[in-house]
């Protein structure tokens, strides 16, 4: 009788068992596709759903299709799959969880990856935010399914309705005016609440899906779109990527998929209920777990770092909305490592920016850089290395001697550049330090560089004022954009400097990120055409435009060998020369006329007269050049 009793418990047990064990569901599946004849065959597949690593067991039966591994963390919601493809040709395969079965697609590619052309000094790069640039037909201004938000241009915090069809229907202009390469800011899903004091997420830099458009911005086919119509008009794309931190509303703050997943954890539990978007803070204002980060990388290449100030770079948040995402997880790597590789055959972008790059740990962030260069060898990332020292730049850019790890970045920031520059605008070039000597005392440093022609340079950007100020002055802005473009770097130009959009952060950052004139419907003023852009706006324009026509192919700034002149009599010199041409770029730096005395730069000067680029006019050069306050030349022959 008791045997009986047992062996019945017994079955009710192994039953009660696999009925718990049948209970999963799968709810997403990321990467949501994957591509065969990749370098490595490996790739990991992470499937969220409830109690999915209740699973016992995962198999396939399709053809070169292997499974190398199932990992369960500690979340019960998350199982990762890792998968070999070596032999796989494209097509629907079949994965077994236990008995439900779960269709998964592998592609083709579209070419190989050698095939895969980054940007190079080349290039001219336009940077711009979608949220403010331009708002496209048939627009949905509140979209089902997402956080509460709203679209209000006038509030500069908030989201103003910006899209990528509203980037495509004006890649017209981008040919027009003579840039190639096209860097948006993030463009991924950002479904974080807008906050009653008008805060929102518009500017893209806190994921909350990394294999999704923000649909407020369109669809990844929109985004594909794009793409594919930007180069048919020879203009390439560049993705804003995020690997330091994520948005507080994704999935993993929610849910952490394992203890480590985040840096700093411990503060999550008690931000879960009643959290405040603008402030990521909880009921009560609680920080007593919290780690800010300092915002100050030199701990990061510092011999003399504290332990506890290179953890407040690295591990501290960069702000409470943002969780800090622990890249020493060889899982969490290994998913942005495929996600980065996702979006390069899935759109075709033709290179990233990586946001905050310093700020995440060096040793996973150059891992992926070398799997990518290694899939890519002709693509190109350039990292953002926000410190105003030439030697710190140096030190992250692929093969530094400055550094004992080799982080396979190929271009970096220049913010010298960017911080010289910004000095010397409001001062007098003298015998000495300030003015333009700024940027001469910079360029002194190259040799630190290993590349320094893949140093990306630019005089403004979205997190800084604009280079005009709250004003409209151009000679300053024309010496710089002169500077800019003949200089040995990458240069890259921020959107509407071209018809003189100004603005500072001194009471918000949306006052630089203003919406482009004639982007958005109910526009007067359209500066997207001639007739609408005022006199003054045109001929900044026209200057902008013959410049960046005149550098297109041009091997003389591609290719040319550098040689500068320290400042004379406040007369700076940049010679560019190739092939038996040569290009001077003078600016006068000061505020008073000026002679450029030629024979002090006779080794450069090997002919009697020279075309100024900027206003088609030819120079004599036998004789000493007069130039007028502030005037700049670029000078050919």
Request: net charge negative; glycine share 6%.
């Amino acid at each position: 009788m008791m045997n009986k009793i047992s062996y019945v418990l017994c079955l009710l047990l192994l039953s009660a068992m696999t009925m718990n064990a049948a209970k999963f569901s799968i709810d997403r599946i990321e990467p949501t596709d994957w591509f065969v004849g990749m370098k490595n065959p490996q790739v990991q597949l992470m499937l969220y759903g409830k109690n999915i690593a209740s699973v016992q067991s995962v198999t396939t039966d399709y053809p070169g299709v292997s499974i190398d591994s199932v990992v369960r963390l500690d979340s019960p919601n998350y199982l990762l799959v890792y998968m070999n493809l070596q032999q796989a040709q494209p097509g629907n395969m079949t994965l077994r969880l236990d008995k439900q079965k779960v269709n998964y697609l592998l592609k083709a590619r579209e070419m190989s990856g050698d095939k895969r052309m980054g940007f190079t000094n080349a290039d001219v790069l336009y940077m711009l935010m979608p949220d403010r640039f331009a708002q496209g037909a048939g627009h949905n201004t509140q979209l089902k399914g997402m956080r509460p938000y709203r679209e209000d241009r006038t509030q500069p915090s908030l989201r103003h309705g910006g899209d990528l069809n509203g980037i495509r229907e004006h890649l017209d202009y981008f040919k027009d005016l003579g840039v190639t390469a096209l860097w948006l800011t993030p463009v991924l899903e950002n479904d974080s609440p807008d906050t009653d004091n008008g805060y929102s997420t518009y500017h893209g830099y806190a994921t909350t899906n990394y294999y999704r458009v923000d649909p407020r911005f369109g669809s990844n086919a929109d985004y594909r779109r794009l793409c594919d119509e930007a180069h048919q008009k020879g203009l390439k794309v560049v993705m804003d990527m995020i690997f330091n931190h994520s948005g507080f509303e994704h999935p993993w703050t929610l849910d952490m998929p394992s203890k480590d997943w985040l840096n700093v954890p411990e503060w999550l539990a008690e931000q879960q209920s009643g959290r405040d978007p603008m402030t990521g803070y909880g009921q009560g204002n609680e920080q007593s777990q919290y780690l800010q980060t300092s915002y100050k990388l030199t701990p990061v290449v510092d011999p003399y770092a504290s332990k506890i100030d290179l953890k407040e770079t690295q591990e501290g948040w960069f702000v409470p909305s943002m969780p800090d995402l622990n890249q020493n997880n060889p899982h969490l790597m290994r998913y942005l490592i495929q996600n980065s590789k996702w979006w390069i055959e899935t759109v075709g972008i033709d290179g990233i920016r990586m946001d905050t790059y310093p700020y995440a740990f060096a040793e996973p962030m150059a891992q992926w850089m070398k799997e990518l260069n290694e899939e890519y060898p002709n693509f190109n990332t350039v990292g953002e290395t926000w410190v105003t020292e030439p030697a710190y730049t140096a030190a992250w850019q692929a093969d530094s001697k400055l550094s004992t790890l080799n982080s396979h970045l190929k271009t970096v920031m220049d913010f010298s550049f960017f911080d010289k520059l910004n000095q010397a605008k409001n001062e007098e070039t003298d015998a000495w330090w300030n003015g333009l000597n700024r940027l001469y005392n910079s360029f002194v440093y190259d040799y630190l560089y290993p590349n320094p022609s893949s140093v990306m340079a630019f005089i403004e950007n979205h997190d800084t004022d604009r280079f005009l100020g709250n004003g409209r002055d151009t000679l300053m802005l024309k010496q710089a954009l002169a500077l800019l473009l003949t200089v040995n770097r990458i240069p890259q130009l921020y959107y509407g400097t071209e018809v003189l959009m100004n603005g500072t952060k001194e009471v918000t950052d949306g006052n630089v990120r203003k919406d482009f004139p004639g982007g958005f419907p109910g526009d007067e003023h359209n500066c997207f055409e001639q007739t609408g852009r005022s006199r003054a706006e045109n001929a900044m324009f026209t200057w902008l435009r013959r410049l960046l026509h005149w550098r297109q192919g041009n091997d003389c700034i591609i290719r040319g060998k550098q040689t500068q002149f320290i400042p004379y009599n406040g007369v700076y010199v940049l010679a560019r020369q190739y092939k038996g041409r040569t290009v001077l770029t003078v600016l006068n730096g000061t505020t008073q006329p000026a002679v450029m005395a030629v024979k002090r730069y006779a080794e450069v000067i090997t002919a009697e007269r020279a075309r100024d680029v900027l206003t088609g006019r030819y120079v004599n050069l036998t004789t000493d050049v007069q130039l007028k306050p502030r005037q700049s030349m670029i000078l050919e022959f």
